[in-house]
C-alpha cells in the first residue's frame, strides 16, 4: 500500500510546477486588501431587487473580483459590482452579478439558510469591531432566500484548532437568525442583490466614524467558481476575516434597541412507552427578549423555553463503544454560541446539548438569560439557565457559564472558562469545569493552540484534567496537523462533552494538494494517523492509519479511494449487537472506506460509499448511498439507505438505515419539510413533518407532526408516541432610540 501511494505521489508531482490554473505571474496578490467607501443617503433605496433607485448612483462602485478557486490569483470569469449605503438606522448593499451565460444561472432550494454551496450566491462578511477575526454573514441565491451566521475565531474550532462548521460549533454558526431583509431579481444580464441590513441587528464598538472589516464572495457554480472582492488565499475561505477589504464611511447610531417575541403553542400528543392512556391536550406560553445593553453587548433572556419547530435529530448508526455526538439546533442556544466554545469535539468544556436533553429526551426549560458580545476589548459569554424536574428521574438543575476572551494580533487569543451545574433533591449531583485556551498565529499558514482544564465532581477522585496542543500548517499547496491530547480517568464535563476518558491521543496529517491542467480540479493525495492509548497503562485502545487522495472533478464530483489500517482494543467484553459478545483482546486489519459523490447541483445527484474489511474479530461488508432529486427551485427529495453486514466469530448481525426527506418550498418563506427515518438497530421508525410560514428572524407560524413506531417490539408495528403541535411565535420591536 506504501509503495503504491508512492508511486501515484512521483507520477503526479512533476505535473504541479506547470500547472495551467495556478496563475504564473501574472495572479493578483492574495494579501492585497481592498478598501471601499460607503455612500451617506437620506433617502434609502426601495428593497426589491430591481436596484434602480436614484440612490445606489451616488455610491462607489466595488468591482475586481479574484478568484479563490479553480484558477486562485485570476479575475473572476463574470464581472460583479458591489455598492453599499449608509441610512440613518441601516446600511444597504446593493450587488450586480452580471452573467454572459443567464440562462445557465443555478438558483439553489427557495427556504431560509439553505445551503449556497451548490448554486449560484453571493455573501457579505461584515467584521463590525474591526478585530479582524469575527463578523456577521449575510448571503442569498438567485431565489432570493435569506442565509444568515456569525463567524467566530475566522471560521476554526475551539481551542484544540479542531473546525466546526455549521451548526453551534466554535467556527461558523449558520444557525443564528437575524432581522434583515433581502429581494433579488432577474434579467438578460444577470441577477441582482438587494441587502437592508439594520444596524440593530448587528453589534459594534464605539466612536461615530468606523471603518469595519468587509467581504464579498460570488459563487457560479456552473464553473465551480468563487471570487472576492477582497482576495484570500486559495487554502482559506471568506471566513478567513484577517484577508478581508476595509469599509470606510460608516456612522452607526448610539441608540440602543430591545425586542421580545412571544409565542403561543397548543399541542394533543400521546407516548405509550410512558403509559398514556389517552391523548393529552396541552397549552403553553413562552416569551425570549433581546435588550442591546451597549452597542456590543446583548442581553438574552427567555422564559418557558419551547423548541416543537426544530427539526427531529437524524439517526446514525453506532457500531462503537462510545457515545455519538449530535448538533444543537436549538435556536435559544446558538446566537453567540461561538463565544462560549472551548475544547476539541472530543473534549468540550461546554456543550449546550447537555442543558434540557436527556437521554434524548427534551426536559422543560423554565427559562433563562444570556449576555453576550463584546466589552471592554473583551470577547464575552455569561450564560444560566434553570431547567425542571421531569419524570422523577431528572432533578430541577442550574447551569451557569462564563467565558472571556482577549483577540490578539495575527490570529492569537487567550481565553478561559468557567460551567457550573447545580441541582437539588435525592438524585442531585454538582459538577464544575475550568478551562483556559490560547492560540498563536505566526506568520500566515502556521497556528498553534492548546487548551486545558479540569472539572470537580463530589464523590469522584482521580486525575480529573485535560490538557490538548495542536499545530497547523496551511500552505496552498501543502497542509500540515499534529495533536496531542490527554484525559484523564475522572474528567467529568457533565455540561460538556467527553465520550471516552482516561488516555493519551497523538495524531499527525499530511496532504498534498496538486492541480493537473486537465480532467481533474484538484487531486489531494494525504496520510494520516491517530492513536488512543490509555493514560496509566499505555495500552493502545484504538488507532487508525489513513491512506488516500481525494480526486476531484471540474464540476465538483469526487471519488476518494481510501484504505484504513484499524486496531481496536478491548479491555473488558463488548456487546456490540444483542448476544453478540466480542472478548477481550486487541484486533487489527485493512480495511477499504471508499466515498464518492457526483455533481450535487444537478437536478439529479448521488453520493456514497463503502466499508469493507477487517472489523473487530471478524469482518463488515457495509456500505452507503444517496439519491437526491431536485425540480427547480421549489421542491427537494432525497433517500439514503446505510447497511452494515458484520460477521464474527461471537455471532453475525446486520444494522441498516433508512432516511427519506422531502421538502415543498412555496416562497422563501413558506415551506413544508418531512424526514422519515427507520432503523433497525433503534427498532423504530420515526416521521417528523413539518410545514412553516416565517416572518423575520426564523419567527412565524410553525405546525408539526411526529410520530415513532417500534418494529420489532412486543409485535409488529408497535405505536410508541404520535402528536401534533401547532405554534406561533412573532417578533416585536419594544423600543429603538
Not at 675 to 694: H, M, P
Amino acid at each position: 500500500m506504501h509503495r503504491s501511494a508512492l508511486v501515484l505521489a512521483s507520477l503526479l508531482l512533476p505535473a504541479s510546477p506547470a500547472l495551467a490554473q495556478s496563475g504564473g505571474d501574472d495572479r493578483i496578490a492574495a494579501t492585497t486588501a481592498r478598501v471601499g467607501m460607503a455612500a451617506v443617503t437620506t433617502t434609502p433605496p426601495v428593497i426589491d431587487g430591481q436596484l434602480d433607485d436614484a440612490a445606489w448612483q451616488d455610491a462607489e462602485a466595488l468591482t475586481g473580483f479574484v478568484q479563490r478557486i479553480p484558477f486562485d490569483g485570476q479575475p473572476a470569469s463574470e464581472r460583479t459590482e458591489v455598492r453599499v449605503l449608509a441610512g440613518e438606522s441601516a446600511i444597504y448593499v446593493g450587488v450586480w452579478l452580471f452573467d454572459s451565460e443567464p440562462g445557465r444561472i443555478v438558483d439553489g432550494e427557495s427556504i431560509r439558510d439553505a445551503s449556497l454551496n451548490e448554486s449560484d450566491a453571493v455573501l457579505l462578511i461584515f467584521d463590525t469591531f474591526a478585530d479582524r477575526r469575527n463578523g456577521f454573514v449575510f448571503g442569498t441565491n438567485p431565489s432570493g432566500i435569506e442565509y444568515d451566521g456569525q463567524v467566530v475565531n475566522e471560521g476554526e474550532g475551539g481551542g484544540g484548532g479542531g473546525r466546526q462548521q455549521g451548526g453551534a460549533g466554535g467556527g461558523f454558526n449558520q444557525n443564528w437568525d437575524g432581522s434583515w431583509d433581502v429581494a433579488t431579481s432577474r434579467d438578460e444580464r444577470g441577477w441582482y442583490a438587494e441587502f437592508r441590513i439594520p444596524f440593530s441587528t448587528l453589534r459594534y464598538g464605539t466612536g461615530e466614524a468606523q471603518e469595519w472589516g468587509f467581504n464579498v464572495a460570488r459563487r457560479i457554480r456552473r464553473h465551480n467558481e468563487e471570487s472576492l472582492w477582497s482576495p484570500v488565499p486559495r487554502q482559506f475561505s471568506l471566513y478567513r476575516v484577517s484577508s478581508a477589504g476595509s469599509l470606510r464611511g460608516l456612522t452607526p447610531p448610539t441608540r440602543r434597541s430591545a425586542t421580545l417575541t412571544p409565542y403561543v403553542l397548543g399541542s394533543t400528543q400521546r407516548d405509550w412507552v410512558a403509559g398514556d392512556p389517552d391523548y393529552r391536550n396541552n397549552g403553553e406560553l413562552g416569551a425570549d427578549a433581546k435588550v442591546q445593553v451597549t452597542k456590543g453587548l446583548t442581553l438574552d433572556l427567555t422564559y418557558n423555553t419551547d423548541f416543537a419547530q426544530v427539526e427531529v435529530d437524524e439517526a446514525q448508526v453506532n457500531l462503537t463503544r462510545f457515545s455519538l455526538r449530535f448538533p444543537e439546533k436549538r435556536p435559544f442556544f446558538l446566537e453567540n454560541s461561538g463565544l462560549f466554545t472551548a475544547g476539541v469535539g472530543q473534549a468540550e468544556l461546554f456543550f449546550s446539548r447537555r442543558i434540557g436533553i436527556v437521554s434524548g429526551l427534551q426536559v422543560p426549560v423554565q427559562g433563562g438569560a444570556r449576555l453576550s458580545g463584546r466589552a471592554a476589548g473583551l470577547n464575552v459569554g455569561l450564560l444560566h439557565i434553570r431547567t425542571d424536574a421531569a419524570g422523577g428521574l431528572v432533578p430541577a438543575q442550574s447551569y451557569s457559564v462564563a467565558r472571556v476572551a482577549r483577540e490578539l494580533p495575527n490570529r492569537s487569543r487567550l481565553g478561559a472558562i468557567f460551567v457550573s451545574k447545580d441541582a437539588s433533591g435525592p438524585l442531585a449531583t454538582d459538577n464544575r469545569t475550568y478551562g483556559v485556551d490560547g492560540q498563536l498565529g505566526i506568520g500566515e499558514a502556521i497556528t498553534l493552540s492548546s487548551f486545558g482544564g479540569w472539572t470537580d465532581t463530589p464523590g469522584l477522585s482521580g486525575r480529573n484534567h485535560v490538557f490538548s496542543a495542536s499545530g497547523n500548517f496551511a500552505g496552498r499547496d501543502l497542509r500540515l496537523i499534529a495533536n496531542y491530547r490527554e484525559v484523564g480517568d475522572a474528567f467529568n464535563p457533565e455540561v460538556g462533552f467527553a465520550p471516552r476518558v482516561d488516555y493519551r491521543y497523538y495524531q499527525g496529517m499530511w496532504m498534498y494538494y496538486i492541480r493537473p491542467p486537465r480532467i481533474f480540479r484538484e487531486l489531494r493525495p494525504h496520510m494520516s494517523w491517530e492513536t488512543y492509548r490509555n493514560l496509566g497503562t499505555g495500552f493502545e485502545e484504538s488507532s487508525r492509519l489513513h491512506v488516500d487522495s481525494h480526486f476531484e472533478f471540474p464540476g465538483g464530483s469526487f471519488i476518494s479511494p481510501a484504505f484504513d489500517y484499524v486496531t481496536e482494543g478491548l479491555v473488558t467484553p463488548f456487546e456490540i449487537s444483542d448476544g453478540v459478545i466480542v472478548p477481550a483482546g486487541t484486533y487489527s486489519g485493512w480495511e477499504a472506506a471508499w466515498r464518492f459523490n457526483t455533481d450535487r447541483s444537478a437536478a439529479l445527484s448521488f453520493d456514497g460509499g463503502f466499508d469493507w474489511g477487517s472489523f473487530l474479530s471478524g469482518d463488515r461488508r457495509g456500505g452507503f448511498g444517496g439519491l437526491t432529486y431536485r425540480l427547480g427551485n421549489i421542491f427537494t427529495t432525497s433517500v439514503r439507505y446505510s447497511h452494515n453486514d458484520v460477521r464474527l466469530p461471537e455471532g453475525d448481525f446486520t444494522a441498516r438505515l433508512v432516511t427519506w426527506r422531502a421538502g415543498y418550498f412555496f416562497t422563501p418563506s413558506i415551506y413544508v419539510q418531512s424526514l422519515v427515518q427507520y432503523s433497525d438497530q433503534a427498532d423504530t421508525w420515526a416521521a417528523n413533518l413539518r410545514f412553516g410560514w416565517l416572518t423575520t428572524a426564523g419567527t412565524g407560524l410553525f405546525v408539526v407532526f411526529n410520530e415513532a413506531r417500534g418494529v420489532g417490539l412486543l409485535e409488529r408495528d408497535t405505536p410508541l408516541n404520535r402528536g401534533i403541535i401547532i405554534k406561533f411565535n412573532r417578533q416585536f420591536d419594544l423600543w429603538r432610540g
